[in-house]
């Protein structure tokens, strides 16, 4: 395909260029080449005689000598452009107004848009959000969710970027109609965070379980149960209830997924170890079904390059590739850390999730690569997010009907974008007891999703 021009202001290009590259080039397969114009408009030359122009709501706003990395200029509020025909709620607008205007121009048909859709793309993709945030970090050292634009305004259950994405496409068709276009399609990809693998480590931590589901009130019989688990596993008649990889596996053989393990190479304070035998005896397993064994880096590792390679080595003893990351309680901070992943030839980070609600921490449910701060440029790391995470569907819908509810709701979101639903469901909550009434239906609620796939 002949590459689209497109006229940019001459400011902020590494930027510009960056949200252009992943919104077009990356995600719908379009190429370009920039010129710089004197206006205040992103102007796409769809053919010779239609253009997309998008007015320059943000990078304009910014006065010269001055950075755009600045919490000041994160909106206060948000507008909605309730003309949006691709979406069924009305665009988000982040930056610049409703402004929906055919215009002749020279000998072109021009459709002029307010919404500057690149800057709000650009803003939930960098997270520069929460690059230049200094407030109070919670107790992972992590800004709070309840401080970003997406909860203050509530549109963080809305991959915004994936709405303006169908609705660019529908717009430029309707110049164009046979513009040509890529078209992603809606895939399933289950992920799991081995954080633990014993649930009865000792006969200390067995009496501990046994009393505790008791005294937290799961009622006699749990506890009776729980009594004669630790009992059998301890004895070495039954495994340990948190390796329920066969479990997952089974799930995941028969709907066609691959999953991803997320393994952790902490020594102290973990109950399990990265090199022993039946570890690698399970890594092996996985691996021969064709699942991904991927690291999961521990506490600080985000920002300490030291502690980092320690673990990137202790990996790689037993395995010399590792096909992604994901940072342990998604501890990420996007000026430091993917630099420290890419100089550990780590090329893949999944820590983009949110973790009090499930929702779309860069409003998209594609893959991208990140952007990258130090060098103000595209970053090596390409970022797969995730939109569910059990942990968090969970503080937000403890009761199993909810729970599940939210689940289905995010994969019917994804689907309807043809994107990846990307999920973290924990191994050790079939065991449990806060999680049984919820983690019972597991294998049903996996099916209905499943069902997605199929279904138009
Ligand atoms: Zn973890």
């Known amino acids: 395909m002949k590459p689209l021009r497109i006229g940019i202001p001459p400011n902020y290009v590494a930027e510009r260029h960056y949200v252009l590259h992943i919104f077009l080039t990356?995600?719908?397969?379009?190429?370009f080449e920039l010129y710089h114009h004197?206006?205040?408009?992103?102007?796409?030359?769809?053919?010779?005689?239609?253009?997309?122009?998008?007015e320059d709501a943000f990078f304009a706003s910014i006065p010269e000598g001055e950075t755009y990395q600045n919490s000041k200029y994160i909106p206060q509020s948000i507008k909605k452009?309730?003309?949006?025909?691709?979406t069924i709620e009305p665009l988000i607008i982040l930056f610049g107004s409703d402004k929906l205007e055919w215009h002749n121009r020279e000998n072109r048909r021009e459709l002029v848009w307010g919404n500057d859709l690149f800057a709000a793309t650009f803003f939930m993709l960098s997270r520069w959000e929460e690059v230049v945030y200094a407030g109070k970090k919670d107790a992972f050292d992590r800004m709070p969710e309840s401080e970003m634009l997406a909860f203050k305004a509530g549109f963080y259950q809305r991959p915004i970027v994936n709405e303006y994405l169908d609705e660019w496409v529908y717009w430029a068709h309707a110049m164009v109609p046979d513009l040509?276009?890529?078209?992603?399609?809606?895939?399933?990809?289950?992920?799991?965070?081995?954080d633990y693998l014993k649930r009865y480590p000792n006969y200390p931590s067995w009496i501990k379980s046994s009393l505790g589901a008791f005294f937290r009130g799961y009622g006699i019989s749990t506890s009776i149960q729980t009594?004669?688990?630790?009992?059998?596993?301890l004895r070495g008649s039954q495994q340990d209830p948190f390796q329920s990889f066969e479990r997952l596996s089974k799930v995941n053989q028969q709907k066609g997924w691959k999953a991803d393990y997320y393994f952790k190479m902490e020594s102290d304070n973990a109950d399990y170890q990265w090199e022993e035998d039946w570890v690698q005896a399970w890594v092996k397993r996985l691996q021969a079904q064709g699942d991904q064994i991927a690291l999961h880096p521990n506490f600080g590792t985000y920002r300490n390059e030291k502690t980092y390679r320690e673990e990137v080595e202790r990996f790689q003893l037993k395995m010399k590739f590792i096909p992604k990351v994901r940072q342990h309680y998604l501890q990420y901070d996007l000026a430091i850390t993917p630099s420290i992943q890419s100089k550990m030839g780590i090329t893949i980070d999944s820590s983009l999730a949110l973790s009090s609600h499930w929702g779309f921490r860069s409003g998209v449910c594609y893959d991208y690569p990140l952007f990258n701060f130090q060098e103000n440029s595209i970053s090596l790391i390409s970022e797969e997010p995730v939109?569910?995470?059990d942990t968090a569907a969970f503080r937000a819908n403890p009761d199993p009907d909810s729970f599940w509810e939210s689940f289905l709701n995010a994969a019917q979101i994804v689907k309807r974008h043809r994107g990846h639903f990307r999920f973290i469901w924990h191994n050790n909550h079939f065991a449990l007891p806060e999680w049984k009434r919820i983690s019972a239906q597991y294998e049903l609620q996996l099916n209905l999703i499943h069902q997605l796939q199929s279904s138009y």
């Open 227 to 233: 009594l004669v688990e630790g009992w059998k596993v």
């Open 387 to 389: 939109c569910w995470m």
């Open 26 to 31: 990356h995600f719908l397969g379009i190429p």
């Open 81 to 86: 452009q309730s003309q949006a025909v691709a």
């Open 38 to 54: 004197d206006e205040p408009c992103w102007r796409i030359h769809l053919d010779e005689n239609h253009a997309m122009v998008i």
């Open 180 to 194: 040509p276009v890529r078209q992603q399609s809606f895939q399933i990809h289950p992920t799991h965070d081995i």
